[in-house]
């Protein structure tokens, strides 16, 4: 946090401390020597310069994927890692979220004018696959929790209700928003269903699912004609079939070791600093996920989320504008298009 805090540490000669404030600011290391200081306290002030203001260019960070917190531990930490909006999610009849009355269908009261808090819920399935729901008033019922490896070795009893789409039917009349939940993660199978019937308002990617395990799905769930490596592959079909599907990111965090915003969030274009600007924000798909790098892209002068027509005959040009800050060294910006990367460029 902000001001005077302490912090207690061995009295040895090699202490280096790593000050850090959410993905705009450069970290800052200090080295110290307390080899001679057991029992001392000493003061230092670290200054941290801000290196790009998302907000001032209308972005707003959310960690769209948050459990185990109340909203008041919400708002204790999302100052401390510069994170604008989470989206707490209850799992099940018996979280503490639901069982707490912390539901009310709007943002928490523990929200500010820079942050803001509001509790909707993960509608879980083992075969269809999870939902991260935003901006929801009232649960999607039945409440059920049909998750992990020993619900999947068991799928044939499950009952599947309710099914995905209609999940995003039961929320759009809410006016909320419904994405599949990290998903490389758990694929399931209902998200390429929901895309060919337009009722999916986008993917939501873990930073963890991206980086690591060789792109296996965490539940080595095989979704068929894909296997178990091949999530985002799938996502790049359902694009080429004409499905838009926008991504936003989270965290899952479960527990304390999980740092809100910390591995992957959200940066969302938004009209108006409110619940409802973050969600007019993502109906547009003007969003991008991000681990640390903080993208500026354009395409013939349109910004992310945009949508370019030609007509005619081809080939047409498509000029791309490209940049980031970052806090650790990159080596290359890559361009993807249909799955392959089409162009890399070097970064000194």
């Not at 759009?172 to 009722?199: E, F, M, N, R, T």
Request: hydrophobic share 35%; aromatic share 8%; net charge neutral.
């Amino acid at each position: 946090p902000e001001g005077l805090f302490e912090v207690r540490v061995r009295a040895r000669k090699h202490i280096r401390l790593k000050f850090a404030h959410g993905l705009e600011y450069p970290i800052k290391s200090v080295s110290l020597d307390l080899s001679e200081m057991a029992g001392q306290t000493i003061t230092k002030t670290i200054s941290l310069g801000r290196g790009i203001n998302m907000r001032d260019q209308g972005w707003m960070s959310a960690d769209t994927h948050v459990h185990n917190l109340t909203p008041l531990g919400a708002i204790r930490q999302m100052p401390v890692e510069a994170i604008d909006y989470v989206n707490l999610m209850f799992i099940g009849p018996r979280h503490p979220l639901y069982r707490r009355d912390f539901l009310t269908g709007k943002p928490a009261a523990e929200s500010t004018q820079d942050h803001i808090i509001y509790l909707s819920q993960e509608v879980r399935d083992a075969n269809q696959g999870h939902m991260t729901l935003i901006g929801m008033k009232t649960p999607i019922t039945p409440i059920r929790v049909y998750t992990g490896v020993e619900q999947v070795i068991r799928l044939a009893p499950l009952p599947n209700e309710p099914l995905n789409w209609e999940v995003y039917d039961l929320l759009h009349a809410q006016g909320g928003l419904a994405y599949h939940a990290h998903y490389l993660y758990w694929p399931g199978w209902g998200s390429p269903v929901s895309a060919a019937i337009d009722k999916l308002d986008g993917l939501e990617w873990l930073q963890t699912d991206i980086a690591s395990r060789n792109d296996r799905t965490r539940q080595n769930i095989e979704v068929p004609g894909y296997g178990k490596r091949s999530g985002g592959r799938m996502w790049y079909d359902m694009l080429n079939c004409g499905a838009r599907l926008p991504i936003v990111g989270g965290t899952d965090k479960m527990n304390a070791g999980r740092v809100v915003g910390g591995s992957s969030r959200t940066y969302t274009k938004v009209p108006s600093w409110s619940h409802d600007g973050f969600l007019a924000g993502l109906r547009a798909g003007e969003t991008f996920v991000t681990n640390g790098p903080l993208l500026h892209l354009t395409a013939n002068g349109q910004g992310i989320g945009s949508e370019l027509e030609f007509s005619g005959e081809g080939p047409f040009t498509v000029r791309i504008e490209a940049g980031c800050f970052t806090q650790r060294p990159i080596k290359f910006f890559e361009l993807v298009a249909n799955g392959e990367v089409v162009a890399q460029v070097p970064v000194a």
